[in-house]
């Protein structure tokens, strides 16, 4: 059975940084893309950052120079380091794990889904 298990939300200051983290257990990390989402109150579930088995990456365009998607297969984790957040940026964000190589941009691409963590940012 496949678990992501998310961490490191929390409040912090606009202009601030936070680095999320997401273990994978249950089939090879290495040959699955995966990707961070987020969803705000009120708001559909929306793409942060994908990466692809091999490491090739894709931002959506509000976080697009803020923030960076990364992966360690010794580790089996999915990294989002996110910097100079705002206020827009409050939202519970979820590691998604896809049933392919490639990336993917919509929610459907992928099978797995963590808890979610929240991440909250103060003007």
């Known amino acids: 059975q496949v678990q992501l298990v998310e961490a490191g939300g929390g409040l912090v200051q606009a202009g601030g940084s936070l680095r999320l983290s997401c273990v994978a257990s249950?089939?090879?990390?290495?040959?699955?893309?995966m990707g961070w989402f987020r969803q705000a109150p009120g708001k559909e579930r929306e793409l942060v950052a994908t990466i692809s088995s091999g490491g090739s990456t894709y931002y959506g365009d509000a976080v697009k120079g803020r923030v960076t998607i990364s992966r360690d297969y010794g580790k089996n984790t999915l990294y989002l380091q996110m910097n100079n957040l705002k206020p827009e940026d409050t939202a519970v964000y979820y590691c998604a794990s896809s049933p392919y190589m490639t990336w993917g941009t919509r929610t459907f691409d992928y099978n797995y889904w963590g808890q979610g963590t929240q991440v909250s940012v103060s003007s």
């Open positions: 249950g089939r090879p990390f290495a040959t699955h893309a």
